[in-house]
């Protein structure tokens, strides 16, 4: 089983629609959780850290749910500019390795 | 600069010929992470520094894959005799020990082994 896993996609979305991805993780010893977006032949920019209470960054909310071991993105009111690959990414420590999901395609169409 | 910076943006190499891929990170950022890249999968880590110890190398894929970092800040990744499965994008990114926000990443460099 693979450390990290997320559905590949894509998800296909009109814009303004409300779209969620989720996550999975296998390390109970996991400590950090992230989600990264990558633009198509870019490098993966951090989008936010997850947080145990969940977390909102405008459209963006983020969810941990320790017990089960799943993160999950939402994300609101959804924009043609929001198409990306998002990241799913997990860390043991500050002073160890992001172990990094295959990634969640999005696209947002009009 | 201001993020993380990597050279060269494009490397292409014989089979069988040595390259060297340098990492320059955020000033002041105690750790540094080198991932590896294959098109259509999410990066797969290969190496972890703090300062100029490198803690973790558990991500390597063969003895033909050397990192360092001799003084704690600019990393060079050393691939010896490449072959065609070396082919990728290697990403080097950077943080503070005690951030808790996730490394940043610089623009990668794009390895093409003929």
């Known amino acids: 089983r693979k450390e990290v896993e997320q559905d590949p996609g894509p998800f296909n979305v009109p814009e303004g629609a409300t779209v969620a991805f989720n996550c999975t993780y296998s390390?109970?010893?996991?400590?950090?959780f992230f989600w990264y977006r990558q633009d198509c032949r870019k490098e993966p920019k951090l989008l936010m850290s997850?947080?145990?209470s969940g977390n909102e960054d405008g459209r963006f909310t983020a969810q941990l749910n320790r017990a089960s071991q799943y993160i999950s993105l939402l994300i609101r009111d959804s924009k043609l500019s929001d198409s990306a690959t998002y990241l799913c990414?997990?860390?043991?420590?500050?002073?160890?390795?992001?172990?990094f999901g295959t990634g969640t395609r999005l696209q947002v169409t009009l | 600069g201001a993020g993380v910076s990597q050279s060269p943006r494009y490397k292409v190499a014989k089979r069988g010929q040595d390259v060297a891929l340098r990492c320059d990170p955020i000033?002041?950022?105690?750790?540094l992470f080198w991932y590896q890249q294959a098109l259509g999968q999410g990066p797969e880590f290969l190496t972890y520094?703090?300062?100029?110890?490198?803690?973790?190398k558990s991500g390597l894929p063969s003895d033909r894959f050397f990192a360092e970092r001799p003084e704690g800040s600019v990393s060079t990744l050393k691939i010896q005799r490449t072959q065609q499965e070396d082919s990728a994008v290697y990403l080097c990114?950077?943080?503070?020990?005690?951030?808790?926000?996730?490394?940043?990443f610089g623009p990668g460099t794009r390895l093409t082994v003929l």
């Open positions: 990114a950077s943080s503070h020990v005690s951030d808790g926000r996730g490394p940043l």
């Open positions: 390390n109970s010893a996991s400590q950090s």
């Open positions: 997850v947080y145990s």
């Open positions: 990414v997990v860390n043991r420590g500050t002073a160890s390795k992001l172990t």
């Open positions: 000033s002041g950022h105690v750790s």
């Open positions: 520094f703090q300062n100029e110890a490198q803690l973790d």
